[in-house]
């Protein structure tokens, strides 16, 4: 095995494509099983703006992987991209690797060759490759331009943003899959008061159900209004 710049990778137990409101975006998913599973597409861009689930499908990806045992691998570049780029060593032994935020080291030349030499390695060897930005390669100001060509080999997606209705129903089906209730009246309320991207609010869900169980009362739209009219300026839910 190449030998391997020492990475923590830890998959998170909740972001499967199970726990994944697809809304319009069902076919993406489809795309990305089949991709994982080596009958698509070798290489997905996926992209949208921050917030609507990119990382969760990555994740997902990799459990899906780990199901079909093929050996997965989680990067998120945003993490360590003040780290060496030798990191990218070792990763083409992995069967499906998927790379999180590259915006992030875009612009840098060393990291860039580092990425493509890798992609090339990776390709070449015909594991799959999904990787995640908030942009197009041709929106983002590359230095080198094989990192460029690399980036476009694949299937490049765009995830579909839910819009508000389909954020309610995001909201209920996250709600329970966490274990409670929530109605659609209470989905809009905190539409109406959160117009924050979909990690924010599923950080609210968690916060929200930690309330109600410990007031030990279920989750309404008076009930929440108390909560927020108690909360401080300098504490948010």
């Not at 409101?21 to 070798?42: M, S, T, W």
């Not at 612009?107 to 930005?133: D, N, P």
Request: glycine letters at 6%; aromatic letters at 12%; charged letters at 20%.
């Amino acid at each position: 095995m190449t030998e391997q710049y020492p990475l923590h990778f830890e998959f998170r137990a909740n972001q499967t494509f199970d726990d994944f409101f697809a809304g319009a975006n069902q076919p993406i998913i489809e795309d990305l099983k089949q991709c994982v599973l080596g009958r698509g597409e070798q290489q997905i861009f996926l992209w949208a703006k921050t917030g609507q689930g990119k990382s969760h499908l990555l994740q997902a990806c990799c459990h899906y992987a780990q199901q079909h045992e093929f050996h997965s691998f989680y990067f998120d570049l945003a993490r360590y991209k003040f780290h060496n780029y030798a990191m990218f060593l070792g990763l083409d032994d992995f069967e499906v690797v998927c790379i999180d935020n590259i915006d992030a080291i875009i612009g840098q030349k060393k990291w860039e060759q580092a990425l493509s030499a890798f992609m090339q390695r990776h390709y070449e060897r015909g594991h799959r490759l999904v990787i995640a930005a908030t942009n197009l390669p041709n929106h983002m100001t590359l230095k080198t331009s094989d990192v460029k060509n690399n980036l476009g080999w694949g299937l490049m997606i765009q995830l579909k943003t839910l819009v508000n209705t389909h954020t309610v129903d995001a909201l209920i089906f996250k709600a329970d899959s966490m274990g409670f209730e929530l109605s659609p009246q209470v989905g809009r309320f905190l539409m109406i008061q959160h117009h924050d991207d979909l990690e924010s609010l599923w950080l609210l869900l968690k916060k929200l159900d930690r309330a109600s169980l410990s007031a030990k009362r279920k989750l309404t739209v008076p009930f929440l209004k108390q909560l927020f009219e108690m909360q401080r300026p300098t504490e948010e839910f």
